[in-house]
């Protein structure tokens, strides 16, 4: 049973339009949201991050809104780039211990020129 | 400022042998996790460890051990390795395991088993 699931494999967007990826959690207890992103052969670099007390944060062009109700996340991207252009995966924690965090299975972002 | 450093980068190891993964922390952090991400799939959280402890567990067998030296270094050691054990085995580190700000990780260890 997963826990948290991106439920887009893939998702493409032309240069300059807002990205919208979307994850879905299971477990109430999960209290911070992180996202990462992926680079081909490289490990995930963290984006940005929420708390469960929050609803919505942002940084810069990246904005992550947290639905709790609905067990809901979803990352903005504003406008799109090229070198946005990776896997994107949507992590969850309990206990603010984002050190144990359950990761979904990523979504691929192309941002096309 | 060199982050989270993982060696060797690759390797291939016959069923049934043991296998070791090293991890050097990014200057500054206290705390190891480790992950492993099969094909396709998100990582999966295996331990974390802290001031030298295991502090918390994933679903993996007892196969799967760690260690954690004074200067925050991490090893983790797999015992009769299976096919299923190959993936790609990903550490990350922070200061403090809360983790504030994310995670940072290594580029991570190839390990193919035959």
């Known amino acids: 049973d997963q826990q948290v699931k991106q439920n887009s494999p893939s998702l493409s967007v032309q240069e300059g339009r807002i990205s919208i990826l979307n994850c879905d959690y299971t477990n109430s207890m999960f209290d911070y949201f992180l996202w990462y992103k992926k680079y081909p052969a490289e490990g995930p670099t963290f984006l940005i991050s929420?708390?469960?007390?929050?609803d919505k944060n942002e940084d810069g062009r990246f904005t992550v809104f947290l639905n709790k109700s609905a067990k809901h996340l979803s990352l903005h991207i504003v406008p799109s780039q090229p070198g946005d252009s990776a896997v994107y995966f949507c992590?969850?924690?309990?206990?603010?211990?984002?050190?144990?965090?359950?990761f979904g299975d990523g979504t691929t972002l192309t941002v096309k020129p | 400022d060199a982050g989270v450093t993982q060696s060797p980068t690759h390797l291939i190891k016959t069923r049934g042998q043991q296998v070791t993964l090293r991890c050097s922390p990014k200057?500054?952090?206290?705390?190891v996790s480790w992950y492993q991400q099969a094909l396709g799939q998100g990582p999966q959280f295996i331990f974390q460890?802290?001031?030298?402890?295991?502090?918390q567990r994933g679903n993996f067998p007892d196969r799967f051990s760690g260690h954690q030296f004074p200067n925050y270094s991490s090893e983790l050691n797999v015992n009769a390795l299976l096919l299923g054990d190959s993936a790609l085995y990903l550490c990350a580190s922070s200061s403090g395991q809360g983790g504030w700000g994310g995670y940072t990780f290594g580029s991570g260890t190839r390990l193919t088993v035959v």
């Open positions: 460890y802290y001031e030298e402890e295991e502090r």
């Open positions: 929420i708390s469960s007390i929050k």
């Open positions: 992590a969850a924690s309990e206990n603010n211990n984002a050190g144990k965090s359950t």
């Open positions: 200057s500054g952090h206290d705390t």
